[in-house]
């Protein structure tokens, strides 16, 4: 039990910090960012499927537990793979 609760400490402890420090990350005032940067920069990588179908159903998935939208795109290389974002 006591394992349990310094664990639980460092993790409020880690979560307090990078909490601090997520506006200083932030763009200093007066600088642009372009519209394409910004569209692309609200995307989130989820991972790599072997097809696009397991890859639409994953984004359906994460479409139905609260994100807006999804896109499956084609592995760089011709793999075969399609890697979901979601946004």
Same mark, same amino acid.
């Given at each position: 039990? $006591?394992?349990? +609760?310094?664990? /639980?400490?460092? =993790?409020?402890?880690?979560?307090?910090?990078?909490?601090?420090? %997520?506006?200083?990350?932030?763009?200093?005032?007066?600088?642009?960012?372009?519209?394409?940067? $910004?569209?692309? +920069?609200?995307? /989130?990588?989820? =991972?790599?499927?072997?097809?696009?179908?397991?890859?639409?159903? %994953?984004?359906?998935q994460y479409?139905?537990?609260?994100?807006?939208?999804?896109?499956c795109?084609?592995?760089?290389?011709?793999?075969?793979?399609?890697?979901?974002?979601?946004?």
């Open positions: 039990m $006591r394992k349990r +609760a310094v664990l /639980v400490s460092v =993790g409020i402890a880690v979560l307090a910090i990078t909490g601090i420090n %997520a506006p200083a990350q932030a763009a200093a005032p007066g600088t642009s960012v372009s519209a394409g940067a $910004r569209s692309e +920069a609200a995307w /989130v990588y989820i =991972g790599s499927y072997s097809s696009r179908a397991y890859c639409v159903d %994953a984004g359906q479409v139905r537990e609260g994100f807006s939208k999804y896109r795109d084609a592995a760089p290389g011709g793999t075969g793979y399609y890697e979901l974002f979601v946004s």
